[in-house]
């Protein structure tokens, strides 16, 4: 065995060197794939995805002879403990590549799934509507995306929900339950119990799945707050169809997996006559186009000292849905390996929502760039909570109305207890209204990883959860032929989804943290850190550690000792003043609804 650990050492500079020119090779060929879906890019992908897993297996091959748990250095350990799980690349050369063929299938189905318009039957047509003249090929972004966010009329959501439900999950499952077995297999390969072990392993926590109830219970009663207040200005909208005492139909809260309530802000803020948060309408009269909203996010980090995106990123990435071939729209961050090349692929509309997703993006690349000089092994974030945290720390900043109105893009507002709460109001309704949405996906595919949800229950289960955790219910019945877990991006993309739960709780530690550094006094939501020196320092510090240290030693270097885990004080904090203003509002009727105390009744 080689235990000299300076020839491992060599080894580790060797693999440097040889992993990121082959990882910049698979970049690229994914890079072509998902901003052209054609039959020979996918072909392209898939040859170079295979080359670079028979290089993973070699390396591996090498890596674990040597003794490395008895290393001295900690750094080289953790390099080598990094080396030593091979992921997929484990698997005999055929299933490899059928796993990467379902994988590639199951992005290509969903990112090129079309649907048809909604025709409204006038109430005395004596035939339907030919419907050979129109044509179905509406797209998730942004046409879909538009009218669940816009459309006020029940049947014509129900119909955009179920079509694209219908149109999505039912191609994909059988693809995703062969991808279960062949994904298990590999993480059993790496010592693994099944691939949701594999997952949760990315936390190093002995118990994740309490500390992740824990965090849940301390949040639910925000949530309920909020539901309860939703759910009755719904009741007043749309009458019976939202029962004030159960879940809320999904097609209803502006969004198609009812994961964010921003698109409810117009219609149900608490105090309409006070001047609107959505920045929308600003944005597009001041001629913002895609490019100068991420100018505006690149400017930021600017501002706090940090880094700008290169030259190149302005050429090579891409920042708008192109009009001549097929792409895959939802939104990512790309880092080629090389130390200079990073990208963004997102189809952007001028619209709030998309600023945030823009901020979103970048701070994945202001990750990449802060941590460029760690060895490859260390290129991730301190967890993958971290690496979607950053962005959404920045937007925090911009999207109070104190910043809103230093760029322009929201009118003078006086300093008003109401605009408070309207503000706080709208940031609830991305920040609280998500949290159950994160919480309980990854509870859903964890279980179908390990068996106790069986493949003949998928969606029983899944409603099961989004009752029990989201207190929301499909518009119209569903079976086991659909598989309305597949209609979202992350479930056919292999993407794990807590890693966005950890981040929201997360991002408020951060944004306390760095409010404090850049001498914030006052609320935590009013908070904006942006042209502070210290708090840029301070995140920079954070960034350019990349996953070379446990990330609980990572929180303790920012909270200078204070804590090392996830602490959901910070968004209790943000949202007290709302929080209070809702359990005014919700006495009449008790929060909650039918169903939220169920566990998923599994049929043996
Ligand atoms: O998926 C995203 C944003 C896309 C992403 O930046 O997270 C992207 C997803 C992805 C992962 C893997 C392959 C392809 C796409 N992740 C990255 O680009 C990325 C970059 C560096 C490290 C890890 C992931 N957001 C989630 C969660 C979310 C909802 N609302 C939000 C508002 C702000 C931020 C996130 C969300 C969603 O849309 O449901
Ligand atoms: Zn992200």
């Not at 079309?114 to 046409?143: F, G, H, T």
């Not at 966010?149 to 955009?160: G, I, P, R, V």
């Not at 945290?389 to 109305?401: E, F, N, Q």
């Not at 995140?539 to 200078?560: F, H, N, V, Y």
Request: glycine share 4%; hydrophobic share 35%.
């Amino acid at each position: 065995n080689n235990t000299d650990e300076k020839e491992a050492l060599n080894f580790l500079l060797a693999y440097d060197r040889e992993a990121s020119a082959m990882c910049n090779n698979v970049m690229n060929t994914q890079w072509d794939f998902n901003t052209n879906i054609t039959e020979s890019t996918k072909q392209r992908m898939l040859e170079t995805q295979l080359e670079y897993a028979k290089f993973q297996k070699d390396v591996w091959a090498t890596a674990t002879t040597f003794k490395w748990k008895t290393f001295r250095d900690p750094s080289i350990r953790r390099q080598f403990k990094v080396l030593s799980v091979l992921g997929r690349a484990a698997l005999p050369e055929e299933k490899l590549k059928e796993i990467q063929q379902l994988l590639a299938d199951m992005r290509d189905i969903y990112s090129r799934n079309r649907v048809c318009p909604y025709v409204k039957q006038p109430k005395n047509a004596s035939l339907p509507i030919r419907m050979e003249s129109v044509k179905c090929n509406l797209a998730l972004d942004p046409d879909l995306t538009r009218i669940m966010a816009k459309s006020k009329d029940d049947n014509e959501l129900t119909y955009m929900w179920q079509q694209w439900h219908d149109e999505t999950g039912r191609p994909l499952r059988s693809k995703f339950m062969r991808y279960v077995e062949l994904s298990n297999e590999a993480a059993r390969l790496n010592g693994f119990k099944d691939t949701g072990d594999q997952w949760r392993a990315s936390y190093d926590i002995e118990d994740f799945n309490s500390e992740l109830d824990e965090l849940w219970m301390g949040l639910r009663p925000l949530y309920q707050q909020l539901h309860a207040y939703v759910r009755r200005r719904l009741h007043h909208q749309h009458g019976k169809i939202v029962p004030l005492d159960g879940p809320i139909p999904a097609h209803l809260l502006g969004n198609m997996w009812a994961q964010s309530w921003s698109n409810l802000y117009d219609t149900t803020v608490p105090f309409p006559n006070k001047n609107s948060m959505d920045v929308t309408l600003s944005l597009k009269r001041q001629g913002y186009d895609p490019v100068r909203m991420f100018q505006l996010a690149d400017q930021f980090f600017v501002s706090l000292g940090m880094k700008s995106v290169p030259d190149s990123f302005w050429t090579a990435s891409m920042l708008e849905k192109p009009l001549d071939r097929e792409v895959v729209c939802h939104a990512s961050a790309w880092d080629f390996c090389n130390g200079r090349d990073f990208r963004i692929k997102q189809c952007t509309e001028v619209t709030m929502e998309d600023l945030t997703t823009a901020h979103h993006e970048l701070g994945h690349i202001q990750y990449y760039m802060q941590y460029v000089n760690q060895p490859l092994a260390f290129r991730e974030g301190a967890n993958p909570g971290f690496h979607e945290a950053i962005g959404d720390v920045v937007a925090l900043s911009v999207s109070t109305p104190k910043h809103m109105q230093k760029i322009g893009l929201l009118d003078k507002a006086a300093d008003d207890p109401e605009v408070d709460i309207n503000y706080l109001y709208s940031m609830a309704l991305d920040k609280i209204a998500f949290l159950p949405f994160g919480f309980l996906l990854d509870q859903w595919r964890w279980k179908v990883f390990s068996g106790e949800i069986p493949f003949d229950q998928m969606n029983k289960a899944w409603w099961d959860l989004r009752l029990r955790y989201q207190g929301v219910a499909p518009p119209v019945n569903r079976s086991e032929h659909d598989f309305d877990a597949g209609a979202k991006y992350h479930v056919p993309a292999n993407t794990p989804y807590i890693r966005y739960f950890v981040s929201f709780v997360l991002q408020f530690q951060l944004h306390k943290v760095l409010c404090e550094a850049s001498g914030h006094v006052g609320p935590l939501h009013k908070c904006d850190i942006y042209q502070s020196r210290e708090a840029g320092k301070l995140l920079a510090e954070l960034l350019k550690l990349g996953s070379s240290k446990p990330w609980p030693d990572a929180i303790r270097i920012l909270t200078r000792g204070r804590t090392s885990r996830m602490d959901p004080g910070a968004i209790m904090e943000y949202f007290q003043p709302l929080m209070e203003w809702l359990q005014k509002q919700n006495t009449e009727e008790k929060a909650g609804w039918r169903g939220m105390n169920s566990g998923i009744t599994i049929k043996t």
